[in-house]
């Protein structure tokens, strides 16, 4: 989670990404935003879940996925 990311980053223990927005630049001042002269690669992410679990919230994130997905096959 973002939140144990900024912990091992807060404690010294190693270095992570998150998303701009999470960092609270009033109080978050060792962190900072790095410009890369190369384009990252693109990265592969899997999505496991059990659809007996699923809250509303996770239920349409899953569907937005799935849709942009069928859209890309297109």
Request: aromatic letters at 10%; glycine letters at 4%; one cysteine or more.
């Amino acid at each position: 989670s973002i939140d144990t990311i900024l912990d091992v980053i807060r404690k010294g223990v190693g270095i992570g990404y998150v998303p701009e927005n999470v960092i609270d630049s009033q109080y978050d001042k060792d962190y900072f935003q790095t410009i890369t002269l190369e384009d990252l690669p693109m990265i592969d992410i899997c999505c496991i879940y059990q659809e007996d679990f699923l809250t509303a919230a996770t239920k349409k994130f899953v569907e937005m996925i799935k849709e942009k997905l069928s859209n890309k096959k297109e």
